[in-house]
């Protein structure tokens, strides 16, 4: 069976058609809060229950909570704090128990029912989530340019932003019955922001070994210059599902929401996100959502060891390597031979060869997700 | 950096000898006191006995045909 959805309940915030109308045209004549990319990704997701049980933007208590205790308020897990910033000449107007209306790209997109309007200390929340206040951080530095106020309440979704990738865009109550009708009883949820090489494909082949179906979730969204571009993710999946995966051992779809790079609260974070799509199983890697060295290459494993109500089974599985002597891809665990023969996949080093306009070896990537990243121009954000 | 901490806490009793049972049993493991891993326990017990009390969501017939005939048109069934 899928997991149940975080909380209980999956939410929808969605409205219905006969609703919409009404509501565009009650939208139009409401005070207006202007989203960025990233905040009306924040909008679809918490509307059609990827963010379950969030019904709207956090108000203080369970931002407090989430900061301090890595909870809501009612005790579940949550460990990033989602939340609208605001600057204070946009809610000028506004006062707590009004309606305002979403706007993204000049239409409106959702209302949001104002509960709390409340300052927050930035580095506070960059010193907790990020545990560091590094600007070099690309976490970090994004919140530290966000606006100086937050406001929480319940939102309702009037209008769909239009998704690139609709073709490959699933919502949880989608994906869930997808599971059932292949009767999926074990779900592992694979997350990424890459492209895949050989580890990648590694470590989501064992993972698929002990389970019944395999759910690759990339984010697409804000990510940090120097990772692929999100069509590139995409299309290179594409290409290694098409060559190398049983036909119906695996679900693809992208999740448009943003990389926050918070290492350890992020890896639970991912985790919530993708039980509420049905997952049973969540595969954690090395460094997951890390960045730099601001994180020890396993303590995103460690973190789960706090959460015996999360939900969702952790699958850490080892980094794998290509060994000489081995002849293929191991790991640490099952491989008795020295470093020396041991060839390591490094994301750095793959992505150093392509922006040469070199072909990384077979053992490394695969030729067909080789030939789609070389076939971008630009590769990299 | 100044501590902000407003979770709110309270005050459960237990038998002192069950108190003094799980302070030894805790020795050398992770778990730095007796309420820390009284919190552990707690969670995972009440969270599966969540579990097991929600009923599922229902998505209505209608829908779920909608949704069926999305995945069809997507090429995922």
Redesign the interface.
Known sequence: MVSRPHGGKLIDRTVSSSRRERLLDEARELPRIILNSSLAADVMNIAHGVYSPLEGFMNKEDYEHVLEEMRLSNDLPWTIPIVLDVDKKEISDVKEGDDVALYYNNSPIALLRVEEIYKWDKKRYAFKVFRTIDPEHPGVFKTMKRKEMLVGGPIDLISEIPEPFEKFRLWPKETRILFELKGWKTIAAFQTRNVPHRGHEYVQKAALTFVDGLFINPLVGWKKPGDYKDEVIVEAYQALIKNYYPKDAVVFSVLRMEMRYAGPREAIFHAIVRKNFGATHFIVGRDHAGVGNYYGPYEAWEIFKEFPDLGITPLFVREAFYCKKCGGMVNEKICPHSEKYRIRMSGTKIREMIRRGERPPEYMMRPEVAEVVLRHPNPFV | ?AD????KYTTVSIPISLYERIRKLIEGT?FTSVSQFVV?VL??V??EM??EK?R??S?SEE??KA??E??KR?G??
């Not at chain 2, 902000?4 to 979770?7: F, P, T, V, Y």
């Open positions: 950096m902000q901490r407003k979770i992770g552990y969670r995972e009440i969270s969540e579990e929600i599922s969501d998505i829908e779920k949704i069926i999305r995945l997507l995922y069934i």
